[in-house]
């Protein structure tokens, strides 16, 4: 049986739904679409536009790499504020961090769509380039951060190649904490509800940019954003899983089959179910720049940084009803 949305529901709640939709849209379909319409006006008359935008963007071409470019506006935007509410998400801090220094975060875990970055904390994601293609690509259009209302920044996306970390951690002004969804998109087809495995075990490249900027590491943890959607059983070794790894080393990126809510029903759809998030953001581990870290010396930060993920995710497991016995895993 479908269940399906009362007509009474408050216009707050009809205008938060919006907003998550707007988001759902933006992250599964408008780089393709923007890349279609591009192509598209190569064959109409209105095709010395495309060409325009293509010498933009040539021209333009490092410019993800060198913080994005904000638009303001869309940042500024109440829509966010109306998603934020949708699930509520809110922030808790173990430890100020100190606004003149600049730090590199650790976000886990990915979840279905990753949502817990949100409105709440200025700063950097890194995210895939192929989610920005084409026409948005070289913009940081959306407010998703790692959670912190400590720095007077504005948040955004940028790019999560090395050229970009490089950037914004050699800002000699400091002020800047840029996160890492360390485990990536492979991490989402692990995202379900209970899950709390994490793929960190051999991701150490952050560690070792950490090392050589000597940027303190920020462990991250986001309660909640593995309850957002259900996802299609596929466990490791399933034919399913096979195909989706296949998939996710051809064209680069992971394809999890979850499903949460639609608008107007709740049995079924692509929209996350209104559960909370709380991130919570570690205390910062202190790094002792290394232009050229061993390989002994990164695989003993990682530990490290493994451990206090692990003090953190602990520390504040029973206020969000997770099992005394249960703990991380990692692969």
């Not at 969804?181 to 991490?187: A, N, Q």
């Not at 290394?290 to 695989?299: A, I, N």
Request: aromatic share 12%.
């Amino acid at each position: 049986m479908v269940e399906f949305a009362p007509l009474s529901v408050p216009w707050e709640r009809r205008l938060q739904t919006l907003a998550v939709l707007q988001w759902v849209f933006s992250f599964l379909a408008m780089g393709q679409i923007c890349t279609v319409v591009f192509i598209g006006l190569l064959f109409t008359k209105f095709w010395f536009l495309a060409v325009l935008y293509a010498t933009w963007w040539y021209l333009d071409w490092d410019t993800p790499q060198q913080g994005g470019r904000p638009i303001k506006f869309i940042r500024r935007s109440v829509m966010w504020k109306y998603m934020k509410d949708y699930f509520p998400i809110s922030v808790l801090s173990e430890q100020e961090l100190d606004p003149s220094r600049n730090y590199l975060a650790g976000f886990h875990p990915h979840g279905g769509l990753t949502r817990g970055e949100g409105r709440e904390t200025p700063g950097f994601v890194g995210t895939a380039g192929y989610l920005f293609p084409g026409p948005i690509h070289h913009y940081s259009p959306c407010p998703l951060t790692p959670h912190l209302t400590l720095f007077p920044l504005s948040p955004g996306l940028v790019a999560s190649d090395k050229e970009s970390v490089d950037h914004l951690l050699s800002r000699k002004e400091g002020g800047n904490l840029l996160a890492i969804i360390v485990g990536g998109s492979k991490e989402s087809l692990d995202a379900r509800p209970g899950a709390y495995r994490l793929l960190l075990r051999n991701r150490k490249g952050f560690i070792k940019l950490a090392l050589m900027h000597g940027a303190a590491l920020v462990p991250i943890f986001s309660f909640g954003e593995n309850e957002l959607f259900d996802q299609v059983n596929n466990p490791p070794g399933s034919w399913l899983r096979c195909v989706q790894n296949h998939l996710q080393k051809v064209m680069g990126f992971a394809l999890p089959l979850f499903h949460g809510r639609g608008v107007f029903q709740y049995s079924f759809g692509l929209l996350p179910y209104r559960r909370p998030i709380t991130t919570v953001v570690g205390k910062p581990i202190e790094v002792q720049k290394t232009l050229q870290p061993s390989q002994e010396e990164v695989d003993h930060l990682h530990q490290r940084y493994i451990k206090e993920l692990c003090n953190l995710f602990e520390a504040h497991k029973l206020k969000f009803d997770i099992p005394i016995d249960q703990h991380l895993e990692f692969c």
